[in-house]
């Protein structure tokens, strides 16, 4: 069974950054596409980025592509989301996931043992 920790969210202004973690446990993830996703009060989940096990392959949503960036440390155990510009819309909840079925990486469906999330507030 893994666990999935995200950190790193905090309070911003508009233009700011922030680096998000997720810390998996309980086995090895280096090999897993991981997936950082994000909801907003009152919307539906939606899909921020992902990275497979080779750290030059990723993808990310539209609205945050130039502006965030997913990597993995060397064990492959901890992700980054590096959120650069950021903007008020981008305030949410972060979670971090596992890819744990075929899919789309975008599906959130296709994701599992989620992360109890990490709160991103960006003022205007």
């Known amino acids: 069974q893994v666990q999935l920790v995200e950190s790193g969210g905090g309070l911003v202004q508009a233009g700011g950054s922030l680096r998000l973690s997720c810390v998996a446990s309980g086995r090895s993830v280096s090999r897993d596409v991981m997936g950082w996703f994000r909801q907003a009060p009152g919307k539906e989940r939606e899909f921020v980025g992902a990275i497979g096990w080779s750290a030059d392959n990723t993808e990310y949503a539209e609205s945050v592509k130039g502006r965030f960036t997913i990597s993995r440390d060397n064990t492959g155990n901890t992700v980054y989301l590096q959120m650069n510009t950021l903007k008020p819309e981008d305030t949410a909840v972060y979670y971090c996931?596992?890819?744990?079925?075929?899919?789309?990486?975008?599906?959130?469906?296709?994701?599992?043992?989620w992360g109890q999330g990490t709160q991103v507030t960006v003022s205007s």
């Open positions: 996931a596992i890819k744990i079925v075929a899919g789309s990486w975008a599906n959130p469906q296709v994701f599992g043992s």
